[in-house]
């Protein structure tokens, strides 16, 4: 499967990645919940029919490293992985891919990084239209597509897109934005889904309503929203250097000289000072390395990851210290 | 489940009396249930009133002292009751959507604030580009032609249950002029 995060994206100043992701369901065969064995491997043998170019991993058959770092990667999401049914991933060399059997029969998705999320849903549309897939999606004229959860019902299409807000964070200005997000129908979450925080100043915003728009009316507004958003968070920036003078850019070289000459650090204060030093790399204030360069970082010091590039199992103190030694090497050419 | 009365059709319908507050739970199939439904000597003038007449609860056993009797609507695909689907959140199956229309009409309205989908459809080319303005093309059939050959279908196979839910949504869509 593609990185997505290896590429550059517009607006990737302040939007990391833009997803897509269409829930199908089969008709006459009971949602994943509900069905049994048999019902499953019927969905994993039409799919399989219809999509002979993808590999299919089966979670059970999968080791439990490889389940964390396809969620660290938003490959996959923690339900499929912890599910106990005959879930598994659809992938191969493309960009899309495809979950089946966690809560829908199919959640067909695809990253790209920046602002992209028209490309993201041409991409997922590759898969959806499918001429044996359609004949088989659980539809009706009234409702859509039909789906486990009726939050999901009608276009079965999540929009979502991860925004880095650090001075919208820093000054406080985050809370009313997500105050009107939420009076305008829009999800927003931490960096991992729900309840997590937003160490690395990350947050994801989505849409909520999925019936009663057609997909380009939901994708324009977040599009919308997300567009103000990296507005706002530019401005603020702006505000940031200006009014904090000196100390705004101490704060940056501090962040940097930590990552620099650090020998043992945890997840959490790594994200906090990448992202600060990702805000002084958009904002002309370090240089030598590009965003993509930066997210690729953020994205490989989570555990899971930090081990598949370390090829094993690591105690979280190794881990601490891998970790440490996989930001100085790779940070070493930002100035 | 099989009915626990024939033994042998698959139950899609929970029978529940309660006569001298004592409640019994009887799993019968639609067969079973609609006779149950004779006994108790309900107006069967049609379709319609079988299930209305099953689902309306309060009701007099000739001569006993029923103080109510009624039946739980089971998706006949899945099983799951309206209990379960407000328990678990989630529906069990596409079929679901028919059966507890009218359950689920509220709650799509309540979620998206309204209940009409404006999105693609299956079968229907688009372009594989996100149309600034999304027409709906138009389906050979209307939907309400489309539902009405689905009931034709369910009342050929004696799915009376899937054919009154498919009534429902007929009449509600005619009423919002589709």
């Known amino acids: 499967m593609e990185n997505w995060y290896a590429e550059t994206g517009p607006d990737e100043d302040v939007v990391i990645s833009s997803r897509i992701r269409l829930a199908r369901n089969f008709k006459d065969i009971a949602f994943p919940a509900r069905a049994n064995k048999k019902q499953q491997d019927q ?33 996959i999401s923690s339900d499929l992985a912890k599910s106990k049914k005959n879930s598994c991933l659809f992938t191969n ?58 939050t999901n019902t009608g276009t079965g299409l999540r929009a979502s897109a991860m ?17 009107s997000c939420s009076k305008l129908g829009i999800a927003v979450r931490g960096i991992y889904g729900e309840n997590s925080g937003s160490g690395a100043h990350m947050i994801q915003i989505s849409n909520q309503v999925t019936l009663g728009q057609s997909e380009a009316e939901i994708i324009a507004s977040i599009k919308n929203i997300i567009g103000q958003i990296a507005v706002l968070e530019r401005q603020e920036r702006q505000n940031l250097l200006e009014k904090g003078g000196i100390h705004f850019t101490d704060k940056i070289y501090r962040a940097l000289g930590i990552l620099k000459n650090t020998r043992c650090i945890d997840t959490e204060e790594a994200l906090k000072l990448i992202s600060e030093v990702k805000m002084g790399l958009d904002m002309g204030i370090l240089k030598g390395a590009t965003t993509s360069d930066i997210v690729t970082i953020l994205t490989n010091v989570q555990p899971a990851c930090l081990q598949k590039i370390e090829g094993r199992i690591l105690t979280p103190d190794e881990r601490d210290e891998a970790r440490a030694t996989f930001i100085r090497e790779n940070i070493a050419k930002v100035e | 489940m099989l009915c626990e009365r024939c033994k042998k059709n698959e139950a899609t319908m929970v029978l529940t009396k309660i006569i001298n507050n004592k409640k019994t739970v009887t799993n019968l199939c639609a067969e079973c249930a609609r006779e149950a439904g004779n006994t108790m000597q309900m107006p069967l003038d049609g379709l319609g009133s079988i299930f209305s007449g099953l689902l309306g ?33 989630k529906l069990g199956c596409g079929d679901c959507y028919i059966t507890f229309i009218d359950e689920i009409r509220p709650l799509l309205r309540k979620i998206h ?17 996100v149309r600034k303005e999304a027409k709906n093309e138009a389906p050979e059939k209307s939907p309400v032609e489309m539902l009405q ?29 589709m």
């Open chain 1, 163 to 179: 925004v880095h807000v650090p001075a919208l964070v820093i000054s406080g200005k985050i809370n009313s934005i997500l105050d």
């Open chain 2, 57 to 89: 609860l309060e009701t007099l056993w000739k001569g006993g002292p029923i103080q109510s009797i009624g039946t739980v609507k089971k998706c006949p695909s899945c099983g799951m009751t309206k209990e379960d689907i407000m328990r678990e959140g």
């Open chain 1, 93 to 150: 060399d493309e960009r899309a891919s495809v979950m089946v059997n966690e809560e829908d029969h199919m959640r067909i998705q695809s990253v790209f990084s920046g602002l992209r999320l028209e490309e993201a849903y041409d991409d997922c549309l590759k898969i959806e239209r499918n001429n044996k897939l359609q004949e088989n999606y659980a539809f009706t004229y009234e409702f859509g597509y039909l789906t486990a959860c009726p």
């Open chain 1, 43 to 75: 969905v994993i043998s039409i799919i399989k029919e219809a999509l002979p170019e993808m590999n299919c991993y089966l979670m059970n058959d999968l080791p439990n490293l490889e389940k964390e770092y396809l969620i660290e990667t938003h490959t």
């Open chain 2, 113 to 129: 604030g309204n209940c009409l989908h404006h999105g693609s459809v299956p079968n229907v080319d688009e372009p594989v580009k």
């Open chain 2, 149 to 177: 050959d689905k009931m034709k279908e369910a009342i050929a196979k004696e799915d009376f249950e899937t054919a009154a839910a498919l009534r429902d949504q007929i009449k509600e869509l005619q009423k919002e002029g």
